[in-house]
C-alpha cells in the first residue's frame, strides 16, 4: 500500500439552507468516501465526520492512500472451436478479439468453464495517483448530494445550494489542482465574516480545525452545539432561571452561526398576562430564541445567541428585543380582545365553520363528541353532565384571534379562556379548572412521544374526540393511502389507543366505535345517491394496526402480538395485559413446545370428520397417557378459571405450561385417529378442551416457528 495522507476538503460558499444543512454536509462527507471506495482508493476514517457551519461544508479524513492498487481485469473471448481454425490459426473472431485488447494473439491466456476452453485476456494496469482521481471524486460527490433547490448565479450554466466562492483542496501538504463552480482549488479557506474578515492559510490537514478556530470558526458542529448550551444554560444561572432547550431550536442555533456568543434579554413583564406556549412559539420558532423559566412557568427573560463576540453586548440585547416585542404585542393584543368575547361567545360561530364537507360544520362534530363523552365518562368516573359541557366547548377557540394566529395553541388557548369565561361562574373552581384543562389535554398525545391526558375528563374527551374522527374519516372514504393520510388518522387510532391502554381504562372498543359510527350515520358517497357507513370491523382493524409499531418499540414481537390480537379482545387494556403475559410466558422452556403442540392440536380439529362431543367421556380414556391428560386438563381448567375471569393471564398461562409432559405423553404415545369412531371423537373432545383452555389467553400457535 502506497503511504497514506490526511485529505482535507472544504467547499467555501454564501449561507446555506439552515435545515438542509445537516443533511447536506452528511451527504457531502458519504459521497466522498464512497466515490473513493468506488475506485479502490484506502481510506482511513477514524472517528472522521461531516464538518460544516452556514458558509461551509468539510470533509477531513485521517488517511487516504497517494494511489489505487494494481488494476487487474479479464475479459473473456472466443471459445477455441470459434477461435482457431482447423489448421489451428487465429480466425477473424480472434484476431478482433486481440487487436481490441491492443496485442497479438499468441499473447492471449486460456481459461476454461462448463461450454469448454476458451481465450481471455488478462491485464494489469498501475493505479492511478488519487490526485488525478480527486476532482472526478469531488464532482461525483457533489452531483449525488439532495440540494432541494439548486440555485445559479451570474452567467454560469452550473448550479448548487448556494453560490461557491472558494475551494480548498489539500491531500498531505499539496494542493491538489481542480476547478469547481468556476472556482479553482488552493489552500485558502475564509474566517469568520466580521471578526476574522482575512484569508486563512491551511498549511496540512491536520492544521485545519485549529486554524479556522483561530479565524473565529468552529467547524465542528459538535463543538458549536455543545458550546451553546454550556453559554446559555450558564447566562440562565445568572437569570435565576432554567433555559428551555429544545432540540430542534438548538439544532437550526447551531446551523446558523459559526462562533456562538449568548446574549441575555428582557421583555416588559406585562406580556406573561398572555398564555406563556404563545411567547414561547415566538421565541422559538420565528426568532430561535431560548426562553428563560422559574419552576416551569415563563420569565421576562430569554437568550438570543450572536454570531459575533460584540464588544456591546448591550446593543445586542436592545436589538433582539426590539424584534421580539410588535410580536408579543400582537399575541397580547389577540389575548385581551378573545377575553373581552369569551370562551362560550366563540362557540356560537362554530356553525359556520366546515369541518368536511360529508361531515357538517364544526358545531357539528362538537354536538357528536359531547354525546359520546357522555355514553363515555359514567364508565370512567366521571361526570357525564361536566363531560358534555366540557365537550361542547372544547372547539370553541378555533373562533379565537390567539388561535388564528398561533394554530399549535388550540387547546391551550382554550384552556386558559375558560379559566377566566364569566358564563362558567356557576361551577364550582375545582370543576372550572377540571373543565379548564381537559380542553387542553384532550388533544394529548398531540406528537410522537407525547404524554397522554392526565385527567380523567381529559381522558374522556381525548377518546371522545378521536372515536368521532375515525369512523368520521372511514365514513367520508378518507382512509389513509400509502403515505397520504389527509385526516391524520393513523395519528389518531394510534392516540385512542394509548390512551385507552396508558390510561388503564377497560372499555370495551367494539360497542365505543359502534356508537361512534351510530352518530356520524349514513354519509352520501356522490355515486347515484347511495351511502356509506364505517365499517367497525374495518376500523378495529385499523387500530390494532396502530399498534404494532406501539408495541414493537417495547420489544414485543411480532408472533407474540399476533397471538393476541387474533382474539380480537373488546378492550385494549385487556390486550396489553395479555400481550404483557404472553411475553412472560414466551420466556417459559415449555412455551415453544406447547405453542407447537396446540397448533398441531387445532391442525387436527379442523380436519375432523366426525362431530365433537362438547364434554369428555371418562369410560372411553383407554390409554394411560390420554387419561393422565384428561386429568391434568380437568384440573388446570378448576385451578385457572378465577384467574382467567379476573385477568391474571401470567398465573393462567404458568398453569398451562405445566400440562407440557402430560400433552408430550399424549402425541407420543396415543393415536388420535384411532379406526373406532367413538374413541376418536372422545380424543378429539379431549384436544378440543385442552386447545380451549391454551388459547385463552392468547392464540398460542402463532408463537410456533
Not at 59 to 65: Q, S
Not at 165 to 188: M, N, P, Y
Not at 305 to 315: G, K, L, Y
Amino acid at each position: 500500500m502506497t503511504d497514506m495522507h490526511p485529505l482535507l476538503i472544504e467547499l467555501g460558499t454564501e449561507e446555506l439552507p439552515v435545515k438542509a444543512l445537516p443533511g447536506l454536509a452528511q451527504a457531502f462527507f458519504d459521497g466522498v468516501i464512497a466515490a473513493l471506495d468506488k475506485r479502490g482508493v484506502a481510506i482511513e476514517r477514524g472517528d472522521a465526520k461531516p464538518l460544516y457551519t452556514p458558509r461551509r461544508l468539510a470533509v477531513l479524513l485521517p488517511g487516504v492512500a497517494g494511489e489505487q492498487p494494481e488494476q487487474r481485469s479479464e475479459v473473456l473471448g472466443p471459445y477455441l472451436n470459434i477461435a482457431l481454425d482447423a489448421d489451428g490459426n487465429p480466425t477473424r473472431a480472434l484476431q478482433g478479439f486481440a487487436a481490441k485488447a491492443g496485442i497479438d494473439w499468441t499473447q492471449l491466456e486460456k481459461t476454461s468453464d462448463a461450454k469448454g476452453e476458451r481465450f481471455v485476456h488478462r491485464a494489469v494496469t498501475p493505479g492511478a495517483a488519487t490526485a488525478t482521481l480527486l476532482p472526478d471524486v469531488l464532482r461525483e460527490a457533489i452531483a449525488a448530494m439532495p440540494i432541494p433547490k439548486p440555485m445559479r448565479w451570474g452567467a454560469h450554466a452550473y448550479a448548487f445550494a448556494r453560490p461557491v466562492h472558494w475551494l480548498v483542496l489539500l491531500h498531505g501538504t499539496q494542493v491538489i489542482d481542480a476547478e469547481l463552480f468556476g472556482v479553482r482549488s488552493g489552500r485558502t479557506s475564509r474566517g469568520h465574516r466580521f471578526m476574522h474578515d482575512a484569508a486563512v492559510e491551511i498549511a496540512a490537514p491536520g492544521d485545519y480545525v485549529e486554524a479556522m478556530r483561530s479565524a473565529k470558526v468552529l467547524v465542528d458542529a459538535d463543538v458549536r452545539r455543545s458550546r451553546i448550551v454550556q453559554e446559555v444554560e450558564g447566562v440562565a444561572r445568572a437569570l435565576g432561571g432554567d433555559a428551555r432547550i429544545e432540540q430542534d431550536n438548538l439544532e437550526q442555533v447551531t446551523c446558523l452561526v459559526e462562533w456562538p456568543k449568548a446574549v441575555a434579554c428582557t421583555f416588559e413583564h406585562e406580556f406573561l398576562a398572555v398564555p406563556q406556549e404563545a411567547l414561547i412559539a415566538t421565541m422559538e420558532a420565528n426568532q430561535k430564541f431560548f426562553p428563560v423559566l422559574q419552576d416551569g412557568r415563563l420569565t421576562e427573560h430569554f437568550i438570543g445567541i450572536a454570531n459575533i463576540e460584540s464588544r456591546d453586548p448591550i446593543e445586542v440585547a436592545k436589538g433582539y428585543e426590539r424584534v421580539i416585542r410588535p410580536r408579543f404585542a400582537d399575541a397580547k393584543f389577540f389575548f385581551d380582545e378573545d377575553l373581552k368575547q369569551g370562551l362560550s361567545a366563540m362557540n356560537d360561530g362554530l356553525a359556520s365553520v366546515t369541518y368536511q364537507a360529508k361531515l357538517g360544520s364544526v358545531a357539528d362534530k362538537v354536538a357528536r363528541v359531547a354525546a359520546l363523552a357522555e355514553v363515555i365518562a359514567p364508565q370512567v368516573g366521571v361526570d357525564a353532565a361536566l363531560a358534555r359541557r366540557t365537550a361542547l366547548l372544547s372547539k370553541a377557540d378555533l373562533q379565537s384571534r390567539m388561535v388564528n394566529e398561533f394554530p399549535e395553541l388550540q387547546g391551550i388557548a382554550g384552556r386558559d379562556y375558560a379559566r377566566r369565561d364569566a358564563a362558567l361562574a356557576d361551577l364550582s373552581d375545582d370543576d372550572r379548572t377540571t373543565l379548564a384543562n381537559a380542553i387542553d389535554e384532550a388533544w394529548q398525545p398531540r406528537f410522537a412521544g407525547d404524554d397522554i391526558a392526565l385527567s380523567p375528563l381529559g381522558k374522556t374527551l381525548a377518546i371522545a374526540e378521536r372515536l368521532d374522527t375515525l369512523a368520521g374519516g372511514f365514513a367520508a372514504g378518507l382512509k389513509p393511502t400509502g403515505n397520504k393520510d389527509a385526516f391524520a388518522l393513523r395519528r389518531n387510532a394510534l392516540g385512542l389507543a394509548r390512551t385507552l391502554i396508558e390510561s388503564g381504562f377497560d372499555l370495551d372498543l367494539h360497542a365505543l366505535l359502534a356508537s361512534a359510527i351510530e352518530r356520524v350515520g349514513a354519509l352520501p358517497t356522490g355515486k347515484d345517491g347511495a351511502t356509506a357507513f364505517a365499517d367497525r370491523g374495518e376500523l378495529y382493524d385499523f387500530i390494532l394496526d396502530r399498534l404494532k409499531g406501539y408495541y414493537a418499540d417495547k420489544g414485543v414481537t411480532v408472533q407474540q402480538f399476533n397471538a393476541v390480537a387474533a382474539l380480537q379482545p373488546k378492550s385494549l387494556y385487556d390486550l396489553d395485559r395479555r400481550i404483557d403475559a404472553i411475553g412472560t410466558f414466551a420466556a417459559l422452556p415449555e412455551a415453544e413446545a406447547l405453542a407447537a403442540a396446540d397448533k398441531r392440536i387445532r391442525n387436527i380439529l379442523r380436519k375432523a370428520d366426525v362431530e365433537i362431543p362438547g364434554m369428555v367421556d371418562p369410560a372411553l380414556l383407554r390409554e394411560p397417557a390420554e387419561a393422565a391428560l384428561a386429568e391434568a386438563v380437568e384440573a388446570v381448567q378448576a385451578e385457572t378459571g378465577h384467574a382467567l375471569a379476573h385477568g391474571d393471564y401470567v398465573s393462567v398461562l404458568t398453569h398451562l405450561a405445566r400440562l407440557r409432559p402430560q400433552v408430550d405423553a399424549f402425541f407420543d404415545g396415543v393415536m388420535v385417529n384411532a379406526d373406532d369412531a367413538a374413541l376418536r371423537a372422545n380424543r378429539l373432545a379431549l384436544l378440543k378442551r385442552l386447545s380451549e383452555r391454551l388459547g385463552s389467553v392468547a392464540a398460542i400457535e402463532h408463537l410456533s416457528s
